[in-house]
């Protein structure tokens, strides 16, 4: 029986008004275990949109994990490390674990999803098998938005019209890992 990606439709849940990250330096924290993260490291900007997304967790999971990345971008970069089409925690699209959630919050442009569904043959193990990905039917996040998203939604980073400071602040409920 095949896997259909994109069936759970990316949702956007709250917009938050917009902060100044000017002072906060280019860094990255990923996939950090909630319950270890340091938040000594993480700029007073980014607590507020946490007390935020931390109303949207349904604390189901074994796991939470933390993502914290700033980017100094200029005009033509990607806004993330990954420019192409993408699912997120495992490569596998038949992984056999529940959906995992993630929270995503980014400033600037936000992650453009594909709504059209894609079935994917239970034979496939790594997404990167099915590029390149075609699809006329997307969701572009406005900036300063907690969306929600699953590990079958597929997106990708978007690509800046301007020099900035992207931020991109996640939170994935997981029993993948």
């Given at each position: 029986?095949?896997?259909?990606?994109?069936?759970?439709?990316?949702?956007?849940?709250?917009?938050?008004?917009?902060?100044?990250?000017?002072?906060?330096?280019?860094?990255?924290?990923?996939?950090?275990?909630?319950?270890?993260?340091?938040?000594?490291?993480?700029?007073?900007?980014?607590?507020?949109?946490?007390?935020e997304m931390f109303k949207y967790l349904t604390l189901q999971y074994?796991?939470?994990?933390?993502?914290?990345?700033?980017?100094?971008?200029?005009?033509?970069?990607?806004?993330?490390?990954?420019?192409?089409?993408?699912?997120?925690?495992?490569?596998?699209?038949?992984?056999?674990?529940?959906?995992?959630?993630?929270?995503?919050?980014?400033?600037?442009?936000?992650?453009?999803?594909?709504?059209?569904?894609?079935?994917?043959?239970?034979?496939?193990?790594?997404?990167?098998?099915?590029?390149?990905?075609?699809?006329?039917?997307?969701?572009?996040?406005?900036?300063?938005?907690?969306?929600?998203?699953?590990?079958?939604?597929?997106?990708?980073?978007?690509?800046?019209?301007?020099?900035?400071?992207?931020?991109?602040?996640?939170?994935?409920?997981?029993?993948?890992?």
């Amino acid at each position: 029986m095949p896997v259909i990606l994109n069936r759970i439709q990316p949702q956007t849940l709250q917009s938050i008004p917009t902060k100044d990250w000017s002072d906060v330096p280019a860094q990255m924290h990923k996939y950090k275990k909630f319950k270890e993260q340091n938040w000594l490291d993480i700029p007073h900007q980014a607590a507020h949109v946490l007390d935020e997304m931390f109303k949207y967790l349904t604390l189901q999971y074994k796991n939470i994990y933390f993502d914290f990345k700033v980017y100094d971008l200029k005009e033509g970069d990607c806004g993330c490390a990954l420019p192409e089409w993408h699912i997120d925690v495992t490569p596998d699209p038949n992984h056999s674990t529940k959906e995992c959630r993630h929270l995503i919050y980014t400033t600037e442009i936000g992650t453009e999803f594909l709504l059209d569904e894609i079935v994917v043959d239970r034979h496939v193990r790594n997404f990167r098998e099915l590029l390149p990905i075609k699809g006329n039917n997307t969701l572009q996040v406005p900036p300063d938005t907690i969306s929600l998203y699953h590990r079958s939604n597929v997106h990708r980073a978007p690509i800046m019209v301007k020099d900035c400071k992207r931020v991109m602040i996640r939170l994935t409920e997981t029993d993948v890992f």
